[in-house]
């Protein structure tokens, strides 16, 4: 084989197909994990040319991250131009969750509908059972982006289009309240959600649409309480929330 057989091959095993993502999408998902993984933090001031200093590229792709990550409910503009890190109310997070609340168990009526399969069971209980180890292994990152993949295969699941990108759009602000809990309360009881997914599986599986409301209910109500308790204990003052950005 040649020199530049053995060049090819080597590069062959290096290299893997290159995905067209825009710049300016590459900046929001940094962005986005900086806030949820609580790098960024409510109130924290984010300007263009920090990021292009950071990231190193020109203003645009930038300028259009912002607008997304504004959409996103992750940050805000406030009346004087400036962008922050969104500090979220106790309104916020009602609405978040009622919201969460109302689209799980239209994911569910439309599921069951299908209806639910033994191999829907099989990886949902498969889920669980990568929550607990990650759990074991003391790796919150992928306890919590478990968490989040189980909500998100359900409503997959139920092939609604529209469904699932509202339920994309208030995901990251679901993540992000999640985090502000963990910080705030330290003795969170993290096994919590693996009993609510049982029991949400159970429902499923059942087919038995009442109880699966009813948990749904109970659930977000719970987390609601939860995450309100940590955004009064971590939000600083005079820090724009959503309903206050300008326009």
Known sequence: MSCDENCSFGLALLLSVIHAVSLSEQVVEQVRTAIIEGHLKPGDRITEAMLTEMLGISRTPIREALILLVREGLIVTAPNRATFVRAFTSADVMEIFTFRTALENFAGELLMGIPVTSGDVQHLRESITAQQAALESSDLKRVR?????????????????????????????IAAVLYLRAEAIRDYDETQSIRDHSAIVDAYEARDIERLRTLNQQINQRVAAECIRAVQISSPPDVPSRGKRGD
Do not use: C, K, P
């Open 145 to 173: 982006s478990t968490d989040m993949a189980f909500h998100e295969y359900l409503v997959m699941r139920s092939g609604h289009a529209i469904l699932l990108r509202n339920w994309r759009e208030i995901v990251a602000q």
